[in-house]
């Protein structure tokens, strides 16, 4: 499918996020809404769209699982010698 004028602009927002990270490890650069940190107390995301925005995290417990099932995970990797992070 050929790709719109909104989705090339949403390409270039994204592809500016992911070069910002991989220099940096930060994906704020020049994209034009800043990717938050998130924080336990103020649970936010960047949706990614035609229209890009911060939003609220409406699925809180299902991240909740995915947090404890990668704590798990790293800490069963680490215990066979794999290091998992910086």
Same mark, same amino acid.
């Given at each position: 499918?050929? *790709?719109?004028?909104? /989705?090339? +602009? *949403?390409?270039?927002?994204?592809? @500016?996020?992911?070069? %910002?990270? #991989?220099? %940096?490890?930060?994906? @704020?650069?020049?994209?034009?809404?800043?990717?938050? $940190?998130?924080?336990?107390?103020?649970? $936010?995301? *960047?949706?990614?769209?035609?229209?890009? $925005?911060? !939003? #609220?995290?409406?699925? +809180? /417990?299902?991240? !909740?699982?995915? @947090? #404890?099932?990668?704590?798990?995970? +790293?800490? #069963?990797? %680490? %215990?066979?010698?794999?290091? +998992?992070?910086?």
């Amino acid at each position: 499918l050929p *790709l719109t004028d909104d /989705d090339k +602009v *949403l390409a270039a927002e994204m592809r @500016n996020y992911w070069t %910002s990270f #991989a220099r %940096s490890a930060d994906p @704020n650069g020049s994209a034009s809404v800043a990717w938050p $940190q998130f924080e336990t107390n103020e649970r $936010q995301w *960047l949706r990614l769209d035609h229209e890009v $925005q911060v !939003e #609220a995290v409406d699925r +809180v /417990d299902k991240y !909740e699982i995915l @947090n #404890a099932r990668t704590a798990r995970l +790293v800490e #069963a990797m %680490s %215990s066979i010698g794999v290091t +998992v992070g910086s």
